[in-house]
Nanobody, 127 residues
């Protein structure tokens, strides 16, 4: 299982970015994909998850209404569209995978349930 995050960059507050998480080495529909972020000096936190087999999604309260997660099963890629970015969104963003049966809505998976962490992509939001 391999995941590769990309799409980070420098953007002004109020701007937008779209992150991509390209997956390989596993059956995409059998897994949920999560986006996480880690700001300097802070713990890694869950941002948004998607289980593409049934379009179940999760958003952290801090990003609801601003971020949208989606998947393109044909491309084995999950996207995170980030709008109305704020300086506090500055972090390294990572994606990781969770076998689909490990997510039982309405329960939200723990960050520790995810594996196969990809290399992160840096998002910097200037004020």
């Amino acid at each position: 299982v391999q995941l590769q995050a990309s799409g980070g960059g420098l953007v002004q507050a109020g701007g937008s970015l779209r992150l991509s998480c390209a997956a390989s080495g596993f059956t995409f529909d059998d897994y949920a994909i999560g986006w996480f972020r880690q700001a300097p000096g802070k713990e890694r936190e869950g941002v948004s998850y998607i289980r593409s087999s049934d379009d179940i999604t999760y958003y952290a309260d801090s990003v609801k209404g601003r971020f949208t997660i989606s998947s393109d099963n044909a491309k084995n890629t999950v996207y995170l569209q980030m709008n109305s970015l704020k300086p506090e969104d500055t972090a390294v963003y990572y994606c990781a995978a969770l076998i689909s049966t490990g997510w039982e809505p309405p329960l939200v998976p723990s960050i520790h349930d995810f594996a196969s962490w990809g290399q992160g992509t840096l998002v910097t939001v200037s004020s």
